[in-house]
């Protein structure tokens, strides 16, 4: 039962909305968190985020091995976007259990460490790695990584590879750590995907990853990208992000979603929401607006107070009553 | 540092160190232009931002948001930081693309979305010691802090000032009020004739560290000839940035590390000053076997 | 052969570059045509284009019955894009050959008669009707239907049904005109769609389609739309339909392309070209800009000669060289 | 037109015809911000235009470009015509989203995009017909060439204008140059307290016709009071747009022809003037299963 239903939809309301939500089991004060890849491992997001007053951070997707990432060219801007080809860059798990998660932990701040990999054993690997970390609140599983045992094909584009990833991870996690899974758009039909993921144990989907792009440099007249293709994220695939996450809300009422894909506001993050969101992440816009985490946060609860929610809780699905 | 003796002895054949991190966290703020006047073929902006003024340290930059309320440019421009003080800011902007456009276009009394200061400093060397800083382009203006730091510590400053044309030459004067300045034009249009570099070697045996600041391709002849000379150099790099705070991982170059080893660092918070011969400059826009986490990219030893 | 590699690359030059193209096997004057459904049937863009200068009018999807199309709201503006939801608004086929396609061939315009149905005899039936139409220089077929024959799956998410549709198609279209396939991005493997519609006959494929969106009113907190997801189009997408493009242009270099997905200026149209498109169309971005098409057509002239072209055919597929 | 008798009976039945195409074409130009006034709530900004002040007629619009080169908003604004002549245009913006706010922040000097004039003219009725005319909001500046031309036509007229606060009435001095005004405002601010509805009841006896332009709801009252007192009324209707010139078919409403069948039309080409006795105003928004067409998307007939 909403606050609309009682009469007071379009009103200001005094008293504050309860932001609280979960991230399958674990609960947070905040429904806005960072988004992979987006915010480094935190640290630098210091000076402007109070990021023990934020959801989670979710961590740069890990791997076994510390990562060079690929040669730059690595980002090309495109309307109301970017396209990025990064190459998981980053420290590998040694790295991340010695540095960057303590250093979170030490803060306060909870992590929430997305794992990648190039076969099924690297990911369980990760997860088991992971057990038990402090400050580790859960796992979110980028299975839009080439798998190497099926010609590079996603693992995320196949719904039996997608959820062999997720079983493996589901099977070793620590328990107490919620396994989500991060869907990518690119795929025909995206509720077959959630659903072989939550069907192979996974506690919530996060989705979406970017679209694949490409942008041809009118200078030099090939691809901007030292990868050729890379990821389209920000404002641009926003529309996109919104049916993904309004379709599998829709088929799969139950499973918690972590929305993400081009949210920059409050109202923005509010679509996500009323489209059956649990959580949100934000991506690009931080590289618009360094302390775009927390104003999204402000901004939401705003937004539910003027439509007289209560609480967060209530305005999940709202758009599908 | 690890003792392993044969990194000691990379890291040894090297002459500069890392730059520190900047002493102070940047800030964002919304702030007034102040000023605006064009110089040459660029625009200077004077932005009221005491904040980042007071912060600000030379060879630094800030991170404009461009194209107003309806923008679909999502990000930001990294400018360099030209002059700091009095509560205000001055930068030097290029009408290149989009973006840079819209900068040059703010009038007095608009206000802007800035972030800053970002990356690191130009160390300073010994106190006295003779300097030869080296501007390409808009490039010269992001000298002008630290030439007068230089001087403040008792070094004898010379500066070399070349653009491709008279009117993309910038800061002369303000940096002649400092040191003594040789301009250079590729067209001969004002200054000698010929490049930045051509001057440099001239000048470059009377001083015992160079910095320098403008394109890559000077920057990179100027670290080779300061390296020959065995000097020390450091250079401010100008590599493609999504977000300037250290975020992304988008404005990486291939950097040797305090502990010899190269990895892809960051220009925005590691640089954009490195230290001259640390950049490997030769293989920017390539993955090198010896990239740490190179192997992981299926990259092998040759 | 190209100037650039005689030399002449990045200087201006004096003398025409030849912008002709062919539609399958049919010469075009002109590489740049209007998009389905962004243009009507072209009288209304009369006042702010030659219509007989560009490569063709590609007209809005037609039917076998008259088509109310759906309720509004049909539209909702997006970051550098938008939403529609039009439904197939138009007059039928009867409505086509006795009104528009006369208009069209009367003024020397050529068309190019962008079909749709819901089931395979549908198409069929509209390519026999076109035969021999005067004007008609061949059919698009737009495939992101929803087939009635299969649970309203659309045609061109599934190989199979779309490769049915083209070759009913091909059987029975008049041989002088060719027969593009328009091909939708949201699919997994948008090769393999290609691959199965040129083997079924297709002489060229038309990409992309719009992708399927979605946006909530924070307002109403309900979809915008009538029709809940629309189609986002416009540069926010241009990225994706590169890639397409680029894809398909690598897997099978000797298919025609009919590039779109967000051109707005000479240089993105190159982009296409350079990606393997041997024409392409301008469609959200002549809502914008009602004379875009003819502006698209010269500042592509302009940017090829910039960089040395001697003709448009030169520089389709240069980016992959 | 059909002979059908059916047909015709419905035809018979209603007051109006459809508005006449324009009789020039629209241009596309970049003109100059002549002048700018803000008018209570509202902007209105007037254009150095000649080419498109010479074709306007009244009730036409025009379609703005918003945001500037590096903007994200890529859809034209809809904006009504108030006046047009001496080669200038003049429009009232009210600042409602990113799009027209940006429109109210044109300084003179500024240069827009516009597209225009665009749809149908208000039609005249015979020469010395009194005439009511009925704005809401900011659409009272709509009926300012409309209101003059019925009084160099002979025509008698009393305008009705309205608002929700005084500072969201407009034009009422332009308008009282040109006609009898009464003005009536919901909370009583300026004028009557009470709704133009209510004004218009009271005079309605007195015309021969009935035009209006303003916000849906009004509209339709005016139209149904019109069409009860046996008046013919036009209506400008202000419907979601995303080309303006007839090609993408977004902005349509279920409107009854001629041969008294009801169409989807578009009310840019078709539009934004129309009978009020055409616009089924209840079905907006919906699909009636005898739209034309209607069949063919599976709705059928109850
Ligand atoms: C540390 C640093 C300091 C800089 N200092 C100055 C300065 O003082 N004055 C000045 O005029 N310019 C400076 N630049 C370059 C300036 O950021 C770019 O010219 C500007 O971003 C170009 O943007 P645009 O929209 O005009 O061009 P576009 O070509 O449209 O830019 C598209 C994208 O590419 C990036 N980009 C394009 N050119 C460059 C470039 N040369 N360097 C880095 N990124 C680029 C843009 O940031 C943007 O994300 C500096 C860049 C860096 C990294
Ligand atoms: C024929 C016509 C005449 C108009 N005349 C005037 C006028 O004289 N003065 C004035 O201030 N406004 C007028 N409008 C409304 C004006 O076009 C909208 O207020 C404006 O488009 C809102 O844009 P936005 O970016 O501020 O709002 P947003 O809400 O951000 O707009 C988003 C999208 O919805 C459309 N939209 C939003 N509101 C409306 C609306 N009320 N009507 C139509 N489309 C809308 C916009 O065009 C845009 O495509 C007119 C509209 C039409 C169709
Ligand atoms: C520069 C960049 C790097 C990214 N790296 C990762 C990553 O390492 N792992 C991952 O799961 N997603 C990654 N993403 C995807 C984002 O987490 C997010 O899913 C996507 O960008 C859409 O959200 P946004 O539009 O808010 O950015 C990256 C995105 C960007 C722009
Ligand atoms: C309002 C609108 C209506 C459209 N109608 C059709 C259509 O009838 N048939 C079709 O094949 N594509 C249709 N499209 C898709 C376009 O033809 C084009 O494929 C797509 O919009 C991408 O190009 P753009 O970004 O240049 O618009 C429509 C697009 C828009 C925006
Ligand atoms: S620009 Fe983002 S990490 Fe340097
Ligand atoms: S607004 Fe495009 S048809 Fe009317």
Redesign the interface.
């Known amino acids: 039962m909403t606050a609309t239903e009682t009469g007071v939809h379009g009103h200001k309301r005094r008293f504050e909305v309860d932001l609280r939500t979960a991230l399958g089991s674990v609960e947070v004060p905040s429904p806005v968190l960072t988004a992979s890849?987006?915010?480094?491992n935190g640290a630098?997001?210091?000076?402007?985020v109070d990021l023990t007053a934020i959801g989670a951070v979710v961590t740069?997707s890990v791997?076994l091995?510390?990562?060079?990432?690929?040669?730059?060219?690595?980002?090309?801007?495109?309307?109301?976007?970017?396209?990025?080809s990064?190459?998981l860059?980053?420290p590998?798990i040694d790295g991340l259990l010695s540095d960057d998660l303590p250093w979170l932990a030490e803060r306060g701040a909870r992590a929430f460490v997305s794992i990648a990999g190039t076969r099924v054993e690297d990911f369980a690997e990760l997860a088991q790695r992971l057990r038990g970390v402090p400050g580790v609140l859960g796992l979110e599983v980028n299975i839009s990584c080439p798998n190497v045992e099926s010609r590079g094909e996603v693992f995320a584009?196949d719904p039996v590879a997608a959820s062999d990833v997720v079983s493996a991870v589901r099977a070793v996690a620590d328990p107490a750590q919620p396994v989500y899974a991060k869907l990518s758009p690119?795929?025909?039909?995206i509720v077959s995907v959630a659903r072989a993921v939550t069907d192979a144990g996974a506690d919530g989907l996060s989705m979406i990853n970017t679209?694949?792009?490409?942008?041809?440099d009118?200078d030099t007249?090939?691809?901007v990208l030292?990868g050729?293709?890379?990821g389209?994220s920000?404002?641009?695939?926003?529309?996109?992000a919104?049916?993904c996450v309004?379709q599998v809300h829709q088929a799969l009422p139950e499973a918690p979603i972590l929305g993400m894909g081009?949210i920059r506001s409050g109202?923005d993050a509010?679509?996500f929401v009323?489209?059956g969101a649990s959580a949100v992440s934000v991506g690009?816009?931080?590289?618009?607006?360094?302390?775009a985490v927390a104003r999204v946060h402000d901004e939401l609860a705003a937004?539910l107070a003027q439509?007289g929610f209560a609480s967060l809780r209530e305005a999940v699905g709202?758009?599908h009553r | 540092m690890t003792g392993d003796p044969a990194v000691m002895a990379i890291t040894a054949a090297l002459l500069t160190r890392p730059a520190p991190r900047a002493a102070h966290?940047?800030?964002?703020r919304v702030v007034e232009v102040a000023g605006r006047r064009p110089v040459g073929a660029y625009v200077e902006l004077t932005l009221a931002a005491p904040e980042i003024a007071e912060r600000a340290e030379p060879g630094q930059f800030v991170a404009f948001?461009v194209g107003g309320e309806t923008s679909?440019?999502?990000?930001?421009r990294s400018i360099a930081i030209a002059t700091a003080g009095d509560g205000e800011v001055s930068v030097v902007v290029s009408a290149a693309g989009p973006g840079s456009t819209w900068l040059t276009e703010r009038q007095v009394g608009d206000t802007v979305?800035v972030?800053g200061p970002l990356g690191r400093r130009y160390p300073m060397p010994p106190r006295g010691t003779p300097a030869l800083v080296v501007g390409g382009g808009y490039g010269s203006a992001a000298l002008l802090g630290l030439t007068a730091a230089l001087r403040d510590a008792g070094s004898p400053v010379l500066a070399v000032v070349g653009a491709a044309t008279a009117d993309r030459l910038c800061s002369v004067d303000e940096l002649g009020a400092l040191a003594e300045v040789v301009v250079t034009t590729d067209d001969g249009s004002a200054g000698r004739q010929g490049w930045v570099t051509d001057a440099v070697a001239t000048v470059i045996g009377q001083v015992g560290v160079v910095y320098a600041c403008g394109p890559m391709g000077m920057l990179r002849a100027v670290a080779d000839a300061a390296t020959a000379a065995g000097l020390p150099s450091y250079v401010a790099v100008e590599?493609?940035m999504?977000?300037?705070?250290?975020?992304?991982?988008?404005?990486?170059?291939p950097i040797v590390g305090e502990d010899g080893r190269t990895?892809?660092s960051r220009s925005c918070?590691e640089g954009p000053v490195f230290g001259g011969d640390r950049v490997r400059f030769a293989d920017?826009?390539?993955?090198p076997w010896d990239?740490?986490?190179?192997?992981?990219?299926g990259?092998v030893a040759p």
């Open positions: 890849g987006c915010s480094a630098e997001l210091e000076p402007f740069k791997q091995r510390p990562r060079s990432g690929r040669p730059t060219p690595r980002m090309a801007e495109t309307p109301s976007g970017m396209l990025n990064i190459g860059q980053g590998g584009c690119d795929v025909t039909d679209l694949l792009g490409l942008v041809i009118p007249m090939r691809p030292g050729v293709t890379g389209l920000g404002p641009a695939i926003r529309p996109v919104l049916r309004w081009g109202l509010l679509q009323l489209a690009t816009a931080v590289f618009n607006d360094p302390s937004a439509r709202y758009a | 966290p940047p800030v964002q948001a679909g440019l999502l990000l930001r979305d972030v590599e493609s999504a977000c300037g705070i250290g975020v992304c991982m988008t404005c990486v170059l990895r892809f918070t920017v826009g390539a993955l990239v740490v986490g190179a192997d992981a990219m990259v």
